[in-house]
């Protein structure tokens, strides 16, 4: 009777592999009536959608054959770019490590966990061209500004992925190096650090690739680097020089992931 129930059981999954519940079926009706009302609300239409079409053409049409005259000014602002992503990387790694550990529910009381989740979630509340403004009215204008937003951005991505890497670790490791007698910095470097190291350095390595691109944002807004640049050019109508900028972006990028896929590769993420 047992294998005459789990056949018919297994006949009629079989039969409808994705029915799903009256609920599920309301909640997908609600969705796509949202996604209708907010079509209309947004006024997106395909007339104007279809005249953005041809307008973008006409403004790519305008960026070719690229500039390449202006490599002093090229090349100043990606090397600040450059200075400004590694340095912000070092230092949000640096800071990330503590804040991570101390967000760990499963290593430190609630009294540490709590607030030190609660520093990530406000880093990782505001875009990093928002902190970028807040930067720039407290320190000016600069790379200076541009970095601390950066740090700001790496402490809430870093500090949250390390911090949630470190409460799925298994205990048991962590249970025999406290059966030594090791003091509870030993714990950490031999018990848990041994099991996330080759995340971490998959997160600190997206990071990396990650600020190279932000860097570019935050100086739009006035926080240094090519995106200085970038805005003046486009203030300028000067789009075959926005078109060499963009390039040399898309190239840094390219470059940057290759070298973050050599990284993992060395350390097996």
Request: aromatic fraction near 10%.
């Amino acid at each position: 009777m047992a294998a005459l129930n789990a056949a018919s059981a297994t006949s009629r999954a079989l039969q409808a592999p994705f029915r799903v519940s009256p609920a599920t079926r309301l909640a997908w009706i609600a969705g796509v009536l949202y996604l209708v009302y907010a079509l209309v609300r947004l006024d997106f239409n395909s007339g104007r959608f279809a005249s953005g079409l041809a307008n973008g053409a006409r403004f790519i049409s305008r960026m070719f054959p690229p500039d390449l005259g202006k490599w002093d000014v090229l090349g100043a602002g990606i090397a600040e770019s450059l200075q400004m992503a590694i340095l912000a990387s070092a230092a949000g790694i640096l800071l990330s490590l503590p804040i991570g550990l101390a967000a760990a529910r499963n290593l430190m009381p609630a009294a540490l966990s709590w607030p030190a989740r609660a520093l990530i979630s406000a880093c990782r509340a505001l875009h990093p061209v928002i902190v970028a403004i807040l930067f720039v009215k407290a320190v000016g204008f600069g790379a200076l500004a541009g970095i601390l937003s950066l740090v700001v951005a790496s402490i809430g991505f870093i500090g949250k992925l390390f911090a949630d890497a470190i409460e799925e670790i298994s205990a048991r490791q962590v249970e025999a190096v406290r059966a030594t007698g090791a003091s509870f910095m030993n714990v950490i470097l031999f018990g848990v650090l041994p099991q996330v190291l080759a995340r971490f350095v998959g997160f600190a390595t997206y990071q990396l690739d990650s600020n190279l691109r932000n860097s570019t944002m935050v100086g739009i807004v006035g926080a240094g680097g090519i995106g200085g640049a970038l805005f003046s050019a486009f203030q300028r109508f000067d789009y075959d020089f926005v078109c060499t900028i963009l390039i040399t972006i898309v190239l840094i990028i390219v470059a940057g992931e290759i070298l973050t896929n050599h990284v993992k590769r060395v350390f097996r993420v």
